[in-house]
C-alpha cells in the first residue's frame, strides 16, 4: 500500500497549464479528471483507513484509476 495521494498535478509534472486549458474547452475530459480526483480522494481513504475496504475493492479502484490516468495522458499528448 503506497498511502500517497496520487494528484494529477504530480502525476504529469509540467502539464498544469494544459491540463487547466484542456478541463476548460472539452466537458469529456473535464469529466476525466473529476471522476479521476474522486477516485483518487476514495482510495487515499481506503488505504489510510479513513474509509477501510475489502482488498477486492480496492483492487477494483485502483485499476479503475489507472485506465481514467492512461485516458488522461492520451488527451494530454493528443494536444
Do not use: C, W
Amino acid at each position: 500500500m503506497s498511502n500517497t495521494p496520487h494528484e494529477l498535478a504530480e502525476e504529469f509534472p509540467g502539464q498544469h497549464d494544459a491540463i487547466h486549458a484542456l478541463r476548460a474547452k472539452d466537458p469529456h475530459f473535464a469529466n476525466l479528471t473529476d471522476r479521476y480526483h474522486a477516485l483518487n480522494r476514495a482510495v487515499h481513504r481506503a488505504e489510510t483507513d479513513v474509509e477501510p475496504t475489502d482488498d477486492l475493492h480496492m483492487a477494483e479502484m485502483r485499476k479503475e484509476r489507472m485506465v481514467l490516468k492512461d485516458q488522461i495522458a492520451a488527451a494530454l499528448r493528443a494536444v
